[in-house]
């Protein structure tokens, strides 16, 4: 898994799209192994393709999957819920803290 | 020639339409070809048709090199189907496969040649029925699409389906496909609509009970089948005939092992019926069809090719041949060429054409000095591109040495300034600056016009004593029609287009 890829701040629609389909993959495959694992069914949204222009939606889902997947695994977890893709600092701090969830929860279900 | 005063500058007015622009047509940006508009509507950074240049950059088309020696010969009565490269250890080799069903090695170092597999092992050679791949740097493993079609080679042993396995064990028998790739350690073939994949750490056991398997795809959108299983990004993409999808999360837990992975479709609509136009390009991948070049970004299938619309479709279903990729390292910029038979726009004859891309925005056209080229492939090691190239009998280096033996040929777009609308008759001024690497043949640039060679002016420049910029002495003309463009066309083996440009004067007016 490119979990790396995940750390990258997107800047082109090229790497909108690769970040994106990294992203909702890697949820996709942290939904399916807790369900293997557990028999707990998460949500999963659909949060790829999406426009980071006009998509609150987004977040708000996003950060549902995130709430509930900290819950199952035990991960103390950031607060994913605000997001601004326009504003540099803003956007960085939340790459960050987005791939560290995914990063320490692929590490707890042996996905990377 | 008498002269006539242009008219006087008059504010617009919608009785009164503003005089076109004025000034020279300059051909110097160098932005790739593009065949989508009509010549016309080409940009002015751009030209119409490159075939033999480079564009690399504002000011520098230069000439592309040609082919190397010949590094492999096939056997007497036999011709080449396909080749792909492996190493083993550090040492390069190409695995060739011929059409007597034999597969020979040769090390693209010291062209020593050795049988991999005797006549009548692959029972039908063509390019679909073969895949290949390398197992880290121990192993080349290639598939052929009959019942016992599963090998393994490691540079001097040929392990075959029933016989001994490398490691322990003995080969698997019925395992069969016609593509194969590595990915989580673990041996992928691709049989029609069904993958199949080994336990883990394992090139010879598929069985279920150590954690292999296999699933088919009855997914509507499949098709008809599997073409390749390539690994990128930490991916398994599967790419269908019309149809991507890609595999993650794969894992293999309990006792007995199972093995789990998430199976997901990209694209619905788009994939690939040529296998061998599919490759890696960077973290994504790109891949070639009936209606042009596209990258995979992520899950994202997106057209890349529209500047070759106007040639990329011009031979129906490409009279049955089989498209081919690969990738070279060319004048430091790394390049991809796929392979397609085209109408060649200036002699309106059918070619196998290089089409080639920068990754970015230029696209342009290349053919070698050989007859016809059938199949290419790309040598990678130490990060290095080379594109290798076969007329069916020769396998050689492409884009190996400056050469004059091949055409090389320009089309600029046709402008239609200064006022083609209004046109009678005008004089021209055609100027410019070359740059000479090498000294050896000449140029021509024709001057011509919307009604193509009818009225076409040849200007042959004299060639420079000596390497270097060359500013050639402007050269006159009559416009021969209301749009007008340039032709270039050499053999010249290494010079630099910098700049050409022509000036106008309208002469005399329609109407």
């Known amino acids: ?112 | 020639m008498p002269q006539v005063e242009p008219p006087q500058e008059q504010p617009s007015t919608p009785y009164t339409p503003a005089m076109p622009a004025q000034g020279p047509l300059i051909l110097d940006k160098m932005a790739g070809m593009n065949t989508s508009p009509d010549r016309m509507g080409v940009s002015d950074d751009q030209l119409f048709w490159i075939d033999g240049f480079m564009p690399l950059d504002d000011n520098n088309l230069r000439t592309l090199p040609g082919v190397g020696p010949q590094l492999y010969n096939a056997p007497p009565g036999t011709t080449i189907i396909y080749f792909d490269f492996f190493n083993i250890a550090s040492s390069p080799k190409c695995a060739v496969f011929l059409s007597n069903g034999k597969v020979d090695q040769f090390d693209t170092d010291t062209l020593a040649v050795t049988q991999i597999a005797p006549p009548g092992t692959v029972l039908v050679p063509f390019i679909n029925n073969i895949g290949t791949t390398q197992y880290g740097n121990q192993y080349l493993i290639f598939v052929c699409r009959q019942n016992d079609g599963y090998f393994i080679w490691d540079g001097a042993v040929l392990y075959v389906p029933g016989g001994p396995a490398p490691g322990g064990g003995l080969m698997p028998l019925g395992l069969h496909g016609s593509a194969v790739e590595i990915y989580q350690d673990r041996v992928w073939i691709a049989n029609d609509a069904t993958i199949i994949f080994s336990a883990p750490s394992s090139v010879s056991d598929f069985t279920g009970g150590s954690g292999g398997g296999s699933f088919t795809s009855n997914d509507s959108f499949l098709k008809v089948l599997f073409e390749r299983v390539v690994s990128v990004n930490g991916f398994l993409y599967q790419i269908g005939d019309s149809s991507v999808n890609y595999i993650s999360g794969v894992q293999t837990t309990g006792s007995p092992p199972v093995t789990t992975f998430t199976n997901q479709n990209a694209d619905a609509q788009v994939g690939s019926p040529y296998p061998a136009s599919v490759e890696v390009f960077g973290r994504n991948i790109l891949m070639a069809n009936s209606f042009g070049v596209h990258v995979i970004y992520g899950s994202e299938v997106k057209k890349v090719s529209k500047p070759l619309d106007g040639v990329y479709s011009s031979v129906a279903s490409f009279a049955g041949f089989q498209l081919s990729s690969g990738q070279a390292t060319i004048f430091g910029r790394r390049c991809w060429c796929v392979l397609v038979p085209i109408i060649d726009p200036i002699s309106g004859l059918l070619r196998n054409k290089l089409m080639m891309w920068d990754g970015d925005k230029r696209w342009w056209a290349s053919e070698q000095d050989v007859a016809s080229i059938i199949f290419i492939r790309h040598q990678e090691i130490n990060s290095t591109f080379t594109l290798w190239g076969t007329d069916g009998a020769i396998i050689r280096r492409y884009f190996a040495v400056g050469s004059f033996g091949f055409q090389k040929n320009l089309l600029s777009k046709l402008w239609s300034r200064p006022g083609w609308f209004m046109t009678g008759k005008a004089g021209g001024m055609l100027w410019g600056c070359i740059k000479y690497n090498f000294v050896d043949s000449a140029i021509v640039v024709r001057v011509e016009s919307e009604t193509g060679l009818a009225f076409a002016q040849s200007l042959p420049l004299p060639l420079p004593g000596a390497a270097g910029y060359n500013v050639f002495d402007p050269q006159s003309f009559v416009q021969p029609g209301k749009l007008i463009g340039m032709f270039v066309s050499t053999t010249a083996s290494d010079i630099t287009i910098n700049t050409l440009g022509i000036d106008i004067q309208i002469t005399e007016y329609r109407g």
Not at chain 1, 28 to 36: A, L
């Open chain 1, 1 to 112: 898994m490119a979990l790396a890829v995940l750390g990258e701040t997107p800047k082109t629609p090229e790497q909108l799209a690769v970040w994106s389909f990294v992203h909702m993959s890697h949820h996709r495959d942290i939904i399916r192994v807790i369900f293997e694992a557990t028999g707990l069914r998460l949500d999963e949204w659909v949060i790829d393709p999406f426009d980071p222009n006009s998509d609150d939606t987004w977040i708000y889902q996003h950060a549902i999957m995130h709430n509930q997947m900290d819950s199952v695994l035990g991960i103390a977890g950031y607060d994913l819920s605000t997001l601004d893709w326009q504003d540099p600092e803003i956007l960085a701090s939340w790459i960050n803290a987005n791939q560290t969830e995914h990063y320490i929860a692929g590490n707890i279900l042996g996905l990377g």
